[in-house]
């Protein structure tokens, strides 16, 4: 059966698609809903553990997610989109050489098959507050979940349940032109042009080296 993506662009590295995962921190979750494929969008932590990494990730108790996870532990897959864009052929030196070149879209993203349980109700505070701490230090902020009352915290966590997500298989993809290794130079300068998103898909070209 051919890989795909093909080799080129995928990785099982486990600690590679973790890195995509903790730089986007956001996800898509895909899952069986009475035998109907179903998503829903929920942020994550990564944590190591003695028995190796976990996904963490907390969600409203009305999510479709956390009646299924109320049965019994869930299996589903975790994506997180680092970033995407559409690559022209009018950036290729080729296209002048002979013409030979198509558009493309480039992109980068990490996948996990989990399996998913619901976190005891004492775990939930403890689990807030590091997620807290993560995405508060992703934007350079000090907000903590100290600093909201007792009794306001204690009200909204009886709305929401934590989750977590024990790691089966993991992949990570990055697709950067690099079946074109002459043109990268081009392709960068392209995505370094382009609108917010795709400037981010610039970033990456760095960290593939």
């Keep these: 059966m051919p890989i795909y993506p093909p080799k080129l662009f995928h990785s099982d590295d486990l600690g590679d698609a973790l890195a995509i995962a903790e730089a986007v921190r956001f996800a898509n979750v895909f899952f069986q809903q009475a035998e109907v494929p179903t998503v829903v969008f929920l942020p994550f932590i990564t944590a190591q553990e003695d028995s190796g990494p976990y996904l963490y990730a907390h969600l409203l108790r009305s999510n479709p997610l956390f009646a299924e996870a109320r049965q019994g532990p869930v299996t589903a ?19 002048k050489a002979s013409g030979k070149v198509v558009p493309t879209w480039n992109y980068v993203a990490s996948q996990f098959l989990v399996q998913i349980e619901i976190i ?5 505070e403890p689990l807030l507050a590091r997620q807290v701490a993560a995405f508060e230090g992703d934007v350079g902020s000090d907000w903590e979940l100290s600093d909201a009352p007792d009794d306001y915290v204690a009200g909204l966590k009886k ?6 997500c024990r790691i089966i298989e993991a992949h990570a993809h990055k697709k950067l032109s690099q079946n074109r290794t ?6 960068e300068a392209w995505f370094e042009r382009q609108s917010t998103d795709r400037r981010r898909l610039a970033d990456w070209f760095e960290r593939v080296g």
């Design 77 to 95: 897959r975790v994506v997180f989109n680092a970033a995407d864009g559409y690559l022209s052929p009018s950036v290729y030196d080729e296209k």
């Design 120 to 124: 005891p109700d004492d775990a939930l």
């Design 159 to 164: 709305m929401i349940a934590g989750l977590r």
């Design 182 to 187: 002459a043109e990268l130079g081009n392709v």
